[in-house]
């Protein structure tokens, strides 16, 4: 070897040194370099996008280019994910969106998750009803849809462009159809056998289901999306498409009608938030039940988390601790604002979290008891994040509850329902998460912005089901304890409580770090994944205009971060 040659091979091999030094100081307790370390969050000096799909990046993307704002884009996001990930959201889903609009300054959040349907009778999904399991999946676990209206009402408020070209991306996929990836074929095989037969028809060939590299045409969809982009959202209440929905339910025994879509309002409320380490931390307000996410921050900083060390048993065994005790407020406390408030000044207050965190034991985790209340929550959700150049952000998680909703595609539109009723809480009746007739529906989505100097720093959300307002405070920890970038704090590895007393640690996580959690008396389950988030943040000038925009999407999904 040459002397030149050897020079360029000890350069290389400092520079290789260097650097994992560096990320092992970042990341203490690392064992090897994972996949956070792998990427670079994406760029832009005029707006980020970031989606459970590329195809939906693009149509926000397009929105922007074109003079549009975060706002509208997030209309078309949410449009065309209807189309390239129909299993999670969609005309016929609900959701929690969270904005910020940068002309006044100030955090909204839109509740589309809509009210129970009036004439529902809780007593179908419990015992002795006959067929009360079957109930819970299908037409009658349908409630009110209140995304279409959610749409509108943001494009209505805070829009630049005209609503109908708000839906063309999405119209266009639909009409021209998408290639299927592997992960979306598995999701349609699953789910195939219970599709009604206008939905095996749309999603089959031959009797049997589209699979992995066949195109996904869907007519009737497009033209429901040309429906709503030309009358805008009563189509869905009141009109056309809301006729049709409405015969499909009755003709299927289920409770939604169409005064329930007649009656439907996306409905704005005040966020809530709570101090973090000097940052503002806010999310969605009852009747979400996204507050326990900021009860587990506000535990969480009782503790020194950066001496303590990223996912290191201590630190794990805190949040594993906590995280319990939020979950048990949440089944203890949930409620409509209007009738039955939780207690938030209480659970959100300094001294209240000084108690807790007194009865935490650092060296042995205590048996979870439960308030006799038991909560599902579905897990094919989908969230997005869109900021524009003028600094408005939206931050939105939507759902249908199971994949595909109640598998129910309505005939002749394209639209799959939700099962939304499937996840109240049916024991003990009468409960506040039980299906009351007319009330709002309690949802655990969990959309986030966080400020930094009372400009929004981050944007960010995940889906999961009960683990999403898990995963969140997870991720403002690593970001602002640990200092990690949006892509690192999106893809570092995650835990969450789920009962009855387990505690989920994904496989990236060392496995001597749970034993070394079960010696301290977890139920430790390994999974693959947990959630699949995206996020974003925005930096300033002097002037406090946004400059520069960082975006990530999740390693755990085939999702897309992309600037402009």
Known sequence: MSGKQLLISLIVLFVFFSFKSSQEARHPGRETQ??????NPAAGTNGMVST??????????????????AFDAAVAIAATLNV??????????????????AKTGKARFLDSSGKIPIDVDSDAFRPPTLNYKENRRGSKAVSTPGNVNAWWAMSSEYGNLKWSKLLKSAIKAAEQGFEINERFARTIKHAF???????????????????????????????SLQEIAE?????????????????????????LTLDDLVADRAEWWEPISISYRGYTVATASPP????????????????????????????????????????????????????????????????YWKEVVGKIDPKEAKPFSSPKVVVKQ???????????????????????????????????????????LAYCTFEPKGNPMDAHAGHR?????????????????????????????????????????????IHQAIAAPRISFAEPDLILVENRIAASIQNALKEKGHNIREVRGLGNAHGLTIEYDTEGKPVRFLGAADIRGIGLAKGY
């Open 34 to 39: 994972s996949p956070e370390d792998s990427l």
């Open 52 to 69: 459970a799909h590329p195809l939906a990046t693009k149509a926000g993307l397009d929105i922007l280019k074109a003079g549009g704002n």
């Open 84 to 101: 390239v990930e129909p299993m999670n959201s969609g005309i016929g889903g609900y959701g929690t969106i969270l904005v910020y609009d």
């Open 193 to 223: 056998s219970e599709f009604n037969k206008y939905g095996q028809e749309v999603y089959g060939k031959e009797g049997k289901p589209l699979g992995k590299g066949d195109i996904l045409v869907q007519k009737d969809l497009a033209q």
């Open 231 to 255: 009358q805008g959202a009563k189509a869905v209440y009141g009109g056309k498409l809301g006729k049709i929905i409405d015969k499909a339910m009755r003709e299927s025994g289920g409770f």
């Open 288 to 351: 979400s039940t996204a507050f326990p996410s900021l009860i587990r921050l506000g535990l969480m900083s009782r503790f020194d988390n950066a001496r303590i060390g990223h996912n290191t048993t201590d630190y794990l065994h805190c949040f594993a601790e906590a995280t319990k005790h939020a979950f048990w407020c949440r089944l203890a406390h949930a409620g409509d604002p209007e009738i039955n408030p939780p207690p938030l000044e209480k659970l959100l207050s300094k001294e």
């Open 378 to 420: 579905g897990r094919n959700t989908t969230h997005f994040v869109v900021a524009d150049k003028w600094g408005n952000i939206v931050s939105a998680t939507q759902t249908l509850g199971n994949s595909f909703g109640c598998r129910i595609m309505v005939e002749g539109t394209g639209i799959w329902l939700n099962n939304s």
């Open 441 to 485: 529906k309690l949802s655990g989505d969990c959309p986030t912005i966080v400020f930094k100097n009372g400009k929004p720093w981050i944007a960010l959300g995940t889906p999961g089901g009960h683990t999403i307002g898990q995963t969140v405070p997870q991720m403002v920890m690593n970001m602002v304890d640990f200092k990690m970038d």
